[in-house]
């Protein structure tokens, strides 16, 4: 079983819809979660972090965490073409020898069409 | 303006050539991080750092060396071990401490074997 576990992508969703994106994780005492979006051929940017049970919206980005079921997912909603990316889960998690560290997902390719 | 600056942006190597990636931040962060990327794949860990003279290997260490001697820079060797080196590969850098951040990443490097 993978660490941190996407949706299998790719994902195409219609402009103005709702793209829900979502992540499981292997540690049960992970805290912390981010959401990245990386376009092609560039670098991961931080777009979303969330720390307690619940929804954080930011924008049209709303990210979910509910740690009890070990799940963190992210709604785009009202998409747009621009938001056609891969969209990367990680997950701060305790290592025994190094101390904690962000484990990442394998990422989920979205396509926004016009 | 505060980042990670890495050089060159695109690099390409020989056989049997050993190459450094360069990794510049001036965020005063304490902890930086060597990615590689694989098209179509997530982010793998190749050597990661918490504090300065200190270094730990991450999940793809082999054919790779590190150094930190300084806060500000991370360079990343590819030696001539490394069977397959062509990848894009990223930095990255987070404060420590018992509140995680998340990464902040540079602009990465694509190495292109020849």
Known sequence: QKEVEQNSGPLSVPEGAIASLNCTYSDRVSQ????????????????????????????????????????????IRDSQPSDSATYLCAVNMLRETSGSRLTFGEGTQLTVNP | DGGITQSPKYLFRKEGQNVTLSCEQNLNHDAMYWYRQDPGQGLRLIYYSQIVNDFQKGDIAEGYSVSREKKESFPLTVTSAQKNPTAFYLCASTETGAHSYGYTFGSGTRLTVV
């Not at chain 1, 509910?66 to 992210?74: I, P």
């Open chain 1, 32 to 75: 912390s979660f981010f959401w990245y979006r990386q376009y092609s051929g560039k670098s991961p940017e931080l777009i979303m972090s969330i720390y307690s049970n619940g929804d954080k919206e930011d924008g049209r980005f709303t990210a979910q965490l509910n740690k009890a079921s070990q799940y963190v997912s992210l709604l």
